[in-house]
T-cell receptor, first 115, second 115 residues
Framework: AQTVTQSQPEMSVQEAETVTLSCTYD???????LFWYKQPPSRQMILVIR??????QNATENRFSVNFQKAAKSFSLKISDSQLGDAAMYFC????????????FGTGTRLTIIP | NAGVMQNPRHLVRRRGQEARLRCSPM?????VYWYRQLPEEGLKFMVY????????ESGMPKERFSAEFPKEGPSILRIQQVVRGDSAAYFC?????????????FGPGTRLTVT
Protein backbone atom coordinates (compact mmCIF):
# COMPACT_ATOMS: atom_id res chain seq x y z
CA ALA A 1 0.00 0.00 0.00
CA GLN A 2 1.12 3.51 -0.69
CA THR A 3 1.97 5.79 2.21
CA VAL A 4 2.79 9.48 2.41
CA THR A 5 4.78 10.92 5.31
CA GLN A 6 5.12 14.53 6.34
CA SER A 7 7.54 14.66 9.25
CA GLN A 8 7.09 18.35 10.10
CA PRO A 9 3.80 18.95 11.95
CA GLU A 10 4.52 22.69 12.14
CA MET A 11 6.81 25.15 10.42
CA SER A 12 7.22 28.90 10.62
CA VAL A 13 8.93 31.41 8.38
CA GLN A 14 9.54 35.12 8.37
CA GLU A 15 7.55 37.06 5.79
CA ALA A 16 9.47 37.39 2.49
CA GLU A 17 11.78 34.50 3.39
CA THR A 18 11.92 31.01 1.87
CA VAL A 19 10.65 27.84 3.50
CA THR A 20 10.78 24.18 2.47
CA LEU A 21 8.19 21.59 3.49
CA SER A 22 9.20 17.93 3.39
CA CYS A 23 7.31 14.93 2.07
CA THR A 24 8.36 11.34 1.50
CA TYR A 25 6.28 8.53 0.09
CA ASP A 26 6.43 4.82 -0.44
CA UNK A 27 5.18 3.04 -3.55
CA UNK A 28 6.07 0.14 -5.80
CA UNK A 29 4.64 1.91 -8.84
CA UNK A 30 6.92 3.52 -11.41
CA UNK A 31 4.44 6.06 -12.74
CA UNK A 32 2.32 8.26 -10.51
CA UNK A 33 1.33 11.82 -9.68
CA LEU A 34 2.32 13.87 -6.66
CA PHE A 35 0.49 16.93 -5.42
CA TRP A 36 0.73 19.66 -2.82
CA TYR A 37 -2.59 20.98 -1.52
CA LYS A 38 -3.09 24.03 0.66
CA GLN A 39 -5.87 24.20 3.25
CA PRO A 40 -6.35 27.71 4.70
CA PRO A 41 -8.61 28.37 7.72
CA SER A 42 -11.61 28.31 5.39
CA ARG A 43 -10.83 24.55 5.02
CA GLN A 44 -11.11 24.71 1.22
CA MET A 45 -8.57 22.36 -0.38
CA ILE A 46 -6.59 24.24 -3.01
CA LEU A 47 -4.20 22.58 -5.43
CA VAL A 48 -0.83 24.32 -5.24
CA ILE A 49 1.35 22.26 -7.57
CA ARG A 50 1.47 18.93 -9.39
CA UNK A 51 4.35 16.68 -10.49
CA UNK A 52 4.23 13.76 -12.89
CA UNK A 53 6.76 11.10 -11.85
CA UNK A 54 7.83 10.44 -15.44
CA UNK A 55 8.96 14.05 -15.81
CA UNK A 56 12.48 14.75 -14.59
CA GLN A 57 11.98 18.51 -14.53
CA ASN A 58 10.76 19.89 -11.23
CA ALA A 59 7.38 21.63 -11.39
CA THR A 60 7.16 25.35 -10.70
CA GLU A 61 4.14 27.62 -10.16
CA ASN A 62 5.13 31.23 -9.50
CA ARG A 63 6.58 31.32 -5.95
CA PHE A 64 6.04 27.59 -5.44
CA SER A 65 8.45 24.93 -6.66
CA VAL A 66 9.18 21.32 -5.84
CA ASN A 67 12.30 19.25 -5.42
CA PHE A 68 11.33 15.84 -6.74
CA GLN A 69 13.84 13.07 -6.03
CA LYS A 70 12.32 9.90 -7.49
CA ALA A 71 15.00 7.48 -6.32
CA ALA A 72 14.76 8.81 -2.78
CA LYS A 73 10.95 9.02 -2.99
CA SER A 74 11.08 12.58 -1.79
CA PHE A 75 8.85 15.48 -2.86
CA SER A 76 9.51 18.74 -1.01
CA LEU A 77 7.73 22.07 -1.55
CA LYS A 78 9.66 25.33 -1.57
CA ILE A 79 7.80 28.57 -1.03
CA SER A 80 9.78 31.67 -1.95
CA ASP A 81 9.06 35.22 -0.81
CA SER A 82 6.58 33.96 1.78
CA GLN A 83 3.42 36.03 2.18
CA LEU A 84 0.88 36.26 4.99
CA GLY A 85 -1.68 34.58 2.74
CA ASP A 86 0.51 31.48 2.56
CA ALA A 87 -0.37 30.63 6.16
CA ALA A 88 -2.26 27.32 6.01
CA MET A 89 -2.06 23.57 6.39
CA TYR A 90 -0.14 21.99 3.52
CA PHE A 91 -0.82 18.41 2.49
CA CYS A 92 1.30 16.24 0.24
CA UNK A 93 -0.67 13.67 -1.78
CA UNK A 94 0.04 10.71 -4.06
CA UNK A 95 -1.97 9.07 -6.81
CA UNK A 96 -1.02 6.25 -9.18
CA UNK A 97 -1.45 6.95 -12.88
CA UNK A 98 -3.11 3.62 -13.59
CA UNK A 99 -5.67 1.77 -11.56
CA UNK A 100 -7.04 3.17 -8.34
CA UNK A 101 -7.58 6.90 -8.60
CA UNK A 102 -7.84 7.75 -4.94
CA UNK A 103 -5.50 10.31 -3.41
CA UNK A 104 -3.38 9.25 -0.44
CA PHE A 105 -2.59 12.22 1.80
CA GLY A 106 0.07 12.91 4.37
CA THR A 107 -0.83 14.21 7.81
CA GLY A 108 -0.04 17.80 6.90
CA THR A 109 2.29 20.62 7.94
CA ARG A 110 0.92 23.76 9.54
CA LEU A 111 2.77 26.77 8.14
CA THR A 112 2.84 30.02 10.11
CA ILE A 113 4.07 33.25 8.53
CA ILE A 114 5.73 35.68 10.95
CA PRO A 115 5.19 39.34 9.97
CA ASN B 1 -17.91 27.32 -14.62
CA ALA B 2 -19.02 26.63 -11.08
CA GLY B 3 -16.74 24.57 -8.90
CA VAL B 4 -17.64 21.53 -6.85
CA MET B 5 -20.66 22.29 -4.70
CA GLN B 6 -21.38 20.72 -1.35
CA ASN B 7 -24.30 21.21 0.94
CA PRO B 8 -24.95 21.75 3.64
CA ARG B 9 -21.73 23.43 4.77
CA HIS B 10 -22.51 22.69 8.39
CA LEU B 11 -24.72 19.93 9.72
CA VAL B 12 -25.58 19.18 13.32
CA ARG B 13 -27.14 15.85 14.20
CA ARG B 14 -27.99 14.15 17.46
CA ARG B 15 -26.69 10.65 18.09
CA GLY B 16 -28.86 8.10 16.29
CA GLN B 17 -30.09 10.45 13.57
CA GLU B 18 -29.27 10.23 9.88
CA ALA B 19 -26.94 12.59 8.01
CA ARG B 20 -27.16 13.21 4.27
CA LEU B 21 -24.35 15.06 2.56
CA ARG B 22 -24.67 16.23 -1.04
CA CYS B 23 -22.07 16.87 -3.68
CA SER B 24 -22.51 18.30 -7.17
CA PRO B 25 -19.37 17.79 -9.29
CA MET B 26 -17.94 20.32 -11.68
CA UNK B 27 -19.60 20.48 -15.07
CA UNK B 28 -18.23 17.76 -17.32
CA UNK B 29 -16.84 15.70 -14.45
CA UNK B 30 -18.16 12.17 -14.12
CA UNK B 31 -15.95 10.94 -11.28
CA VAL B 32 -16.69 11.73 -7.64
CA TYR B 33 -14.61 10.97 -4.57
CA TRP B 34 -15.50 11.35 -0.89
CA TYR B 35 -12.85 11.97 1.77
CA ARG B 36 -13.13 12.40 5.53
CA GLN B 37 -10.97 14.66 7.65
CA LEU B 38 -10.96 14.08 11.38
CA PRO B 39 -9.81 16.99 13.58
CA GLU B 40 -6.08 17.70 13.22
CA GLU B 41 -5.63 14.93 10.66
CA GLY B 42 -5.20 14.60 6.91
CA LEU B 43 -7.88 13.56 4.48
CA LYS B 44 -8.70 9.87 4.26
CA PHE B 45 -10.30 8.32 1.18
CA MET B 46 -13.75 6.84 1.64
CA VAL B 47 -15.34 6.03 -1.71
CA TYR B 48 -14.95 6.60 -5.45
CA UNK B 49 -18.00 6.68 -7.70
CA UNK B 50 -18.88 7.15 -11.32
CA UNK B 51 -22.42 7.71 -12.55
CA UNK B 52 -24.58 4.89 -11.14
CA UNK B 53 -21.51 2.85 -10.14
CA UNK B 54 -19.40 2.46 -7.02
CA UNK B 55 -15.85 1.87 -8.23
CA UNK B 56 -13.97 1.65 -4.94
CA GLU B 57 -15.45 1.75 -1.46
CA SER B 58 -12.43 0.36 0.36
CA GLY B 59 -12.30 3.36 2.71
CA MET B 60 -15.93 3.23 3.76
CA PRO B 61 -16.88 1.83 7.18
CA LYS B 62 -18.76 -1.41 6.65
CA GLU B 63 -21.80 -0.34 8.59
CA ARG B 64 -24.00 2.76 8.61
CA PHE B 65 -22.25 4.45 5.67
CA SER B 66 -23.42 4.39 2.06
CA ALA B 67 -22.86 6.48 -1.06
CA GLU B 68 -24.53 6.89 -4.40
CA PHE B 69 -24.11 8.91 -7.57
CA PRO B 70 -27.33 8.61 -9.57
CA LYS B 71 -27.73 9.27 -13.26
CA GLU B 72 -29.43 12.55 -12.43
CA GLY B 73 -28.67 14.72 -9.44
CA PRO B 74 -25.88 15.04 -6.93
CA SER B 75 -23.82 12.38 -5.23
CA ILE B 76 -25.08 11.56 -1.73
CA LEU B 77 -23.07 10.33 1.25
CA ARG B 78 -25.45 8.90 3.82
CA ILE B 79 -24.59 8.12 7.43
CA GLN B 80 -27.21 6.28 9.42
CA GLN B 81 -27.47 6.31 13.22
CA VAL B 82 -24.64 8.79 13.62
CA VAL B 83 -22.27 8.55 16.59
CA ARG B 84 -19.93 11.15 18.09
CA GLY B 85 -16.97 9.59 16.25
CA ASP B 86 -18.59 10.55 12.92
CA SER B 87 -17.96 14.23 13.69
CA ALA B 88 -15.58 15.36 10.97
CA ALA B 89 -15.28 17.39 7.80
CA TYR B 90 -16.42 15.49 4.73
CA PHE B 91 -14.97 16.58 1.41
CA CYS B 92 -16.13 15.74 -2.06
CA UNK B 93 -13.86 15.98 -5.09
CA UNK B 94 -14.53 15.49 -8.78
CA UNK B 95 -12.41 14.81 -11.83
CA UNK B 96 -12.66 14.18 -15.53
CA UNK B 97 -12.60 10.61 -16.81
CA UNK B 98 -9.40 8.56 -16.54
CA UNK B 99 -6.83 9.43 -19.14
CA UNK B 100 -6.44 13.04 -18.15
CA UNK B 101 -3.94 14.22 -15.56
CA UNK B 102 -6.48 13.16 -12.99
CA UNK B 103 -6.53 16.38 -11.08
CA UNK B 104 -9.20 16.31 -8.42
CA UNK B 105 -11.06 19.50 -7.60
CA PHE B 106 -12.41 19.76 -4.09
CA GLY B 107 -15.59 21.22 -2.73
CA PRO B 108 -15.67 23.39 0.40
CA GLY B 109 -16.59 20.45 2.62
CA THR B 110 -19.43 19.67 5.01
CA ARG B 111 -18.63 19.89 8.69
CA LEU B 112 -20.69 17.32 10.56
CA THR B 113 -21.11 17.72 14.30
CA VAL B 114 -22.79 14.95 16.27
CA THR B 115 -24.11 16.00 19.65
Amino acid sequence: AQTVTQSQPEMSVQEAETVTLSCTYDTSESDYYLFWYKQPPSRQMILVIRQEAYKQQNATENRFSVNFQKAAKSFSLKISDSQLGDAAMYFCAYRPIFGNEKLTFGTGTRLTIIP
Amino acid sequence: NAGVMQNPRHLVRRRGQEARLRCSPMKGHSHVYWYRQLPEEGLKFMVYLQKENIIDESGMPKERFSAEFPKEGPSILRIQQVVRGDSAAYFCASSQPTGSVGEQYFGPGTRLTVT
